[in-house]
């Protein structure tokens, strides 16, 4: 079983950074591959970034690509979202997830465990 708890969401001007973080319980997380995800009010949950168990590769939603980074700390097991040059349409709650056959998919169902959110808002 492992646990994620997100962190560094809030409230940020239009053309800001925030980073998000997720804590992993369990000893198996350098084993896993790790998403975020977010959903927008009234939209449904969609793809943002993954990054590979042992950090090596990384992909990216079209929307977010040479703004956001994900990156991980397999000794500390955490996974970070870089979020640069923020806009209103990045507005969201913000969620990361683990698959533990590490597939590297963009597809939620892949991913077991999931964290409770956090919530980023863009102001204009």
């Known amino acids: 079983q492992v646990q994620l708890v997100e962190s560094g969401g809030g409230l940020v001007q239009t053309g800001g950074s925030l980073r998000l973080s997720c804590a992993a319980s369990?000893?198996?997380?350098?084993?896993?591959?790790m998403g975020w995800f977010r959903q927008a009010p009234g939209k449904e949950r969609l793809f943002v970034a993954i990054i590979s168990s042992g950090g090596g590769t990384t992909s990216y939603t079209d929307s977010v690509k040479g703004r956001f980074t994900i990156s991980r700390d397999n000794a500390k097991n955490t996974v970070d979202l870089q979020m640069n040059s923020l806009t209103p349409e990045d507005t969201a709650v913000y969620y990361c997830?683990?698959?533990?056959?590490?597939?590297?998919?963009?597809?939620?169902?892949?991913?077991?465990?999931w964290g409770q959110g956090t919530q980023v808002t863009v102001s204009s």
């Open positions: 997830a683990a698959d533990p056959f590490s597939r590297g998919s963009p597809y939620q169902r892949h991913y077991a465990y």
């Open positions: 369990g000893r198996s997380f350098g084993t896993y591959a």
